[in-house]
């Protein structure tokens, strides 16, 4: 029997499993079975708590729905921190060690606030071709890679259909990229939608996502944090940072993080 808590951060959902024992394997198929919204768990990817291998508190492992690993998650990391805090006895500030690098968070009631990776690899206005015209997009890799398109009315933007396009484009092949659209809501607020690769769908939050869209809506707006940034689900986050000729250092997410159940499943 496995064992299992549901949780969400903004909205965006996750089945997280302590696995500190080693003794849980799951292979592609079944991670996708349990995120299966009609015949599983249901959820937008899995977390797994595991002993660290480093100097860390902890290890982080995050699979999408899909069953593919992948570096990061921002929204799973707040939740995984709340977690290792009720499974593990885990501190008020804990650090773990993802691929993306060693997270740091600090828990303040439900809120969270992450201590992000430095985000690497900024580029504006880069010209997509496409079939028709060539997008003006920005890009950023803020532990996971990110594409951010500011438009005009964030509700009109099909971002199904959108970011599918964009994520599976060959200038970002071949692992893809995840794609934000962001609507300017105020000198320093923004509303951030996004496809997520791995899910290939929209999610009501995303991380990594609104770090990434509100650090690229302070480089092409030339305006410093914090940034709010409300995500499709309603919830407003805050990103922090510093920034200097368009690098960004000391980042941070903070967000809530939410116990939905807890329960046993048949593997």
């Not at 768990?41 to 290890?59: K, Q, V, W």
């Not at 005009?152 to 599976?168: F, T, Y």
């Not at 940072?241 to 116990?259: C, I, M, R, W, Y």
């Amino acid at each position: 029997m496995l064992r299992f808590t549901k949780m969400n951060g903004a909205g965006n959902d996750f089945i997280l499993i302590d696995n500190r024992t080693g003794d849980v394997h799951l292979d592609r198929s079944q991670i996708a079975s349990l995120c299966d919204r009609h015949r599983g768990i249901g959820a937008d990817g899995i977390l797994l708590l595991e002993r660290p291998s480093n100097h860390a508190d902890f290890r982080m492992r995050y699979f999408n729905a899909d069953g593919g690993e992948a570096e990061m998650c921002g929204n799973g990391a707040r939740c995984f921190a709340r977690f290792a805090n009720k499974v593990a006895g885990a501190q008020r500030k804990i650090s773990f060690e993802t691929p993306a690098g060693v997270i740091s968070a600090e828990l303040v009631g439900d809120l969270v606030t992450l201590q992000m990776t430095e985000p690497t690899d900024l580029q504006l206005n880069i010209k997509l071709p496409g079939a028709n015209e060539n997008k003006t997009v920005h890009f950023i890799n803020s532990g996971v890679p990110h594409v951010v398109i500011p438009v005009l009315q964030i509700d009109d933007v099909d971002v199904r259909q959108n970011g599918s396009a964009i994520r599976s484009h060959k200038m970002f092949s071949p692992r893809g990229a995840n794609v934000n659209f962001i609507e300017k809501r105020g000198p320093k607020k923004i509303a951030a939608r996004t496809y997520e690769r791995g899910v290939e769908d929209e999610t009501l939050a995303c991380g990594t996502g609104i770090v990434a869209s509100a650090l690229i809506f302070a480089a092409i707006e030339k305006v410093n944090g914090p940034i709010s940034v409300t995500a499709r689900g309603g919830d407003e986050l805050q990103v922090g940072f510093e920034k200097s000729d368009n690098q960004f250092h000391n980042v941070t997410l903070t967000g809530p993080a939410e116990f939905v159940f807890e329960g046993t499943l048949e593997i």
